[in-house]
């Protein structure tokens, strides 16, 4: 791919003109990070926007006990840290790799000349915050509605997605579907085994394929 092109399929900056990409670009270092590597903390002042070219990313909250609950996985065409830099204010969440990632690091300075040359960018990020208040919303739903099996389930469908005809998930630890679900390690290991025995999933190179519909209970 062109240098000039790395952010042409990027969500947040769908359609802007290649002279508008070409300054984006300008303003941005392509960097690859290992993994487990820790991008940002809650708390940091915001001075960059990243943008995943490649690999995923947890968007986690933690205290000072060392318990962790992970908020969102992102995939590559997604961006973040965005908000915080239009609010002025501090991230309010940790972000870390999850595998080997590429991420496109765009300074504060560039970005808000691109937003202030290009209007259409800020309705897109309104279009964004929507989006993330209904998933929030939704989280909130699942985490107070329902049981530690449904809101395994519920991950499991989410994180889900096509690939050679079959759905499965990234690569998932249990530990990290516990983290997801706000619940244990050996509960989730008793869910994912009585699916695993009934057939509904199989595991594939630590990626968990969906067989079959979920049943609606456990």
Not at 141 to 165: M, P, Q
Not at 175 to 202: F, H, P, W
Request: hydrophobic share 40%; net charge neutral.
């Amino acid at each position: 791919m062109a240098q000039d092109d790395i952010h042409k399929d990027i969500e947040l900056f769908m359609g802007l003109p290649e002279e508008d990409r070409e300054l984006l670009t300008k303003h941005a270092t392509t960097r690859t990070f290992k993994k487990n590597t820790i991008l940002m903390t809650a708390g940091d002042q915001a001075d960059s926007l990243y943008v995943i070219l490649s690999g995923h990313v947890r968007i986690y909250l933690d205290d000072p006990q060392g318990r962790e609950i992970t908020l969102r996985t992102l995939s590559p065409g997604a961006a973040f840290g965005e908000l915080a830099m239009l609010s002025e204010g501090a991230r309010a969440a940790n972000v870390a790799t999850l595998e080997k990632c590429q991420l496109s690091v765009i300074s504060k300075d560039g970005f808000m000349k691109c937003l202030d040359q290009n209007p259409r960018i800020a309705l897109t990020i309104i279009q964004l915050l929507i989006q993330r208040i209904r998933e929030m919303t939704d989280d909130i739903s699942t985490l107070a509605l329902l049981d530690v099996y449904g809101r395994v389930a519920k991950v499991l469908t989410r994180e889900a997605t096509e690939c050679d005809g079959k759905l499965m998930t990234q690569p998932l630890t249990q530990q990290a579907i516990a983290n997801m679900v706000g619940s244990s390690r050996e509960m989730v290991s008793r869910i994912l085994k009585d699916l695993r025995t009934g057939g509904y999933i199989s595991l594939a190179e630590k990626r968990i394929i969906l067989e079959k519909p979920l049943p609606a209970g456990w």
